[in-house]
């Protein structure tokens, strides 16, 4: 079990910007820019490399974008992210996305 099935039961306390049946949004507790939410699936996936259902990733990616718009980041721009795996800078093997704005971001990130 990882911290988001944790957040995602309710055991864990986090700050919740968006939910569906299917989808959960929070605020990350580290941030890297001023607006910094994750995104993941209800139901348990590793990583994007480990996704079988099209419908659930097309849900998952509106949904970033409606985070994105409750932040107000539309007008200014964003970055939606994900990592794979260890070497990717997957720290949690749930999969997430990281909605990050609020400030100009540089590439590559680091």
């Known amino acids: ?14 700050d919740i910007v ?4 299917t989808v959960l949004a929070f605020r990350d507790i580290s941030p890297q820019a001023p607006t910094h939410v994750l995104v993941i699936p209800k139901q ?19 949904a970033c974008a409606e ?4 932040e107000g980041l539309e007008s200014d721009g964003y ?11 997957q720290s949690v ?3 997430h996305f990281h909605v990050l704005g609020g400030r100009a971001l540089g590439w590559p990130p680091g």
Do not use: C
């Open 18 to 21: 968006y939910e569906t049946n």
């Open 93 to 95: 093997f749930h999969l």
């Open 1 to 14: 079990m990882t911290i988001f099935t944790k957040i995602i039961n309710r055991e864990i306390p986090a």
């Open 67 to 70: 985070v994105a718009r409750l």
């Open 44 to 62: 348990p996936v590793i990583s994007l490399a480990h996704a079988q259902d099209a419908g659930l990733m097309g849900e998952l990616l509106m």
């Open 79 to 89: 970055r939606v992210v994900t990592n794979i795996g260890q070497n990717g800078g």
